[in-house]
């Protein structure tokens, strides 16, 4: 029997950036997961990639 463990994901804490009248694609594969893309709020069609943002610059600039 083989002790492997699977490593776990690499996390960090972001703050995204996408257009008004768009949400974010939820995740298939990870429950509760979001997507870096960005849907039309009234046809669901594709608008935008996401931008993401280190949260910690964020916060230290106030």
Excluded: C, I
Excluded at 25 to 52: F, I, K, P, W, Y
């Amino acid at each position: 029997m083989s002790n492997y463990q699977r490593p776990q994901p690499n996390r960090k804490f972001m703050l995204v950036e996408f257009p008004a009248g768009t949400h974010l694609d939820r995740s298939r594969a990870s429950s509760g997961g979001m997507r870096g893309t960005a849907r039309d709020h009234r046809d669901n069609s594709l608008v935008a990639q996401t931008e993401l943002f280190d949260a910690d610059d964020r916060y230290d600039e106030g």
